[in-house]
């Protein structure tokens, strides 16, 4: 088997060390994020719609129900608060694509790519417009994404595209020496403060009349139907579940994602003459193209946001503060963190921290509806929800009115992925996928019997 450049051109162990000795475990995002207080649920109260979930997928659905319904009294119930979770702590790309990739959504559904990416660009769009029309505080800036070869093997898929760089020209954009080839899309990604956005969704949202209620732990789902909490409880006409990668309300989806823990760095304010070594002016999101992937991009502040590789199943799908500190990981990602930017060496990261990512087997979301019609859903965004998830509220909201659209009549809407099995093959399962993308970035990209077998059924999944 060969070697990554990673493998080949380590960070010295040093280097590493003194990256990591004054970082801390907390979200960057979140640090000092200015936010309201919302109640918590206490007695009975009835609404027209209730949303299960404060994350991007139910602040979505809240602004745009009550964009299409002002009289529509929508409520929305957290467990915690507003976009502490997913997305309050990821890397802030919010991608045109719906189907994680062209790659993904071609093999699975190739008559109708076209429309699917036409719809993505549009959700993009929209997006934009809507931070425009309500003013929003969210670090919105639509750069663009860098998708860099870093092994030879990688340059294959970059000679099919028409616009690609040469070594030179990509170092041009963004300087390291890891860099043989790459790809700007400039239309197809936005940067995002992440928590911003959560927070700013719910704000407008709120100037709407949407009533929320934070600590609100959703304990069932009964005849009604009745949305039930600890302390209290609501009767509403339809109920839209975006809990991510909780667990499921609805039995039948128990089994049709498992959460990944991902690991992320962010490193100090760089200074002028760092970043007139480093480039990257055009601010553009960058994503490296093996199957074990990393993502960087530039902060409003000036720091590096360096995230991904490790991708992290643990026994039973279980959700555990624990599992965010994984010390290996975060010395694995600043080890690659120098081999990609070596200049920037003595460079110290202040925040080091992971969060859950639903996966399911599709690799992109999938919807549905249960209880007659009563209530939608839409989950296993597999990590690429910060666009797509407001796809998924004009999808679910389409679900609940019951009429025909162009989304709902897409192949993409109307399927269910293949469900995961339960434990333990589910463990064994995905540690030995993981095993053998690892291997296949050893190997040239070469995807083994067990890809290949993974590709028939609809399993698979080439980043």
Request: proline share 5%; net charge negative.
């Amino acid at each position: 088997m060969g070697t990554t450049v990673f493998e080949r051109r380590p960070a010295p162990a040093s280097v590493v060390r003194h990256s990591l000795s004054a970082t801390r475990q907390s979200v960057f995002w979140l640090d000092g994020l200015a936010r309201p207080d919302h109640p918590t649920l206490a007695g009975e109260i009835s609404a027209d719609l209730v949303i299960v979930g404060g994350g991007y997928t139910g602040l979505w659905t809240a602004l745009r129900a009550k964009e299409r319904d002002p009289d529509r009294r929508v409520v929305v119930l957290e467990a915690r608060t507003i976009g502490w979770a997913a997305s309050g702590r990821n890397g802030g790309f919010c991608e045109a694509s719906l189907t994680h990739g062209e790659e993904n959504g071609a093999n699975r559904w190739p008559e109708e790519l076209d429309q699917l990416e036409q719809l993505g660009l549009e959700n993009l769009d929209g997006i934009q417009r809507t931070v425009e029309r309500y003013g929003m505080d969210a670090e919105f800036e639509r750069t663009g994404q860098l998708a860099v070869a870093v092994e030879p093997y990688q340059l294959d898929w970059l000679a099919t595209q028409e616009d690609a760089l040469d070594a030179d020209a990509t170092r041009a954009l963004v300087n390291s020496p890891t860099y043989l080839g790459g790809l700007w899309e400039k239309d197809d990604c936005a940067l995002v403060h992440p928590a911003k956005l959560a927070v700013e969704l719910a704000r407008a949202a709120a100037d709407l009349g949407v009533e929320f209620y934070e600590h609100s732990l959703v304990r069932a789902i009964e005849e009604g139907p009745v949305v039930r909490t600890a302390k209290g409880s609501v009767r509403a006409r339809q109920v839209a579940l975006a809990t991510n990668v909780f667990p499921s309300l609805l039995r039948r989806n128990r089994l049709m994602t498992v959460p990944v823990y991902d690991y992320v760095l962010m490193t100090e304010p760089l200074t002028a003459e760092q970043w007139d070594d480093v480039g990257w002016t055009e601010r553009q999101g960058v994503a490296d193209m093996a199957n074990q992937f990393h993502y960087y991009r530039r902060t409003a502040d000036g720091r590096i946001l360096f995230g991904g590789y490790d991708a992290v199943y643990h026994y039973g799908g279980r959700i555990r503060a624990a599992y965010e500190n994984r010390p290996e990981s975060f010395r694995r990602l600043a080890s690659h963190f120098f081999t990609t930017f070596p200049q920037l060496e003595g460079t110290q990261f202040t925040h080091r921290w992971a969060g859950a990512i639903d996966t399911c087997s599709r690799f992109c979301a999938f919807y549905g509806t249960a209880r007659k019609g009563s209530i939608a859903y839409a989950l296993g965004f597999t990590g690429l929800g910060v666009g797509a998830s407001r796809f998924a509220a004009d999808v679910m909201l389409d679900l609940l009115a019951g009429d025909p659209t162009e989304r709902t009549e897409l192949q993409m809407v109307r399927e269910r992925p293949i469900p995961f099995p339960p434990e333990p093959a589910a463990s064994a399962g995905v540690l030995a996928t993981r095993w053998a993308m690892d291997r296949a970035d050893h190997d040239r990209g070469r995807r083994n019997l067990l890809l290949k077998a993974l590709d028939a059924v609809g399993m698979g999944f080439d980043s």
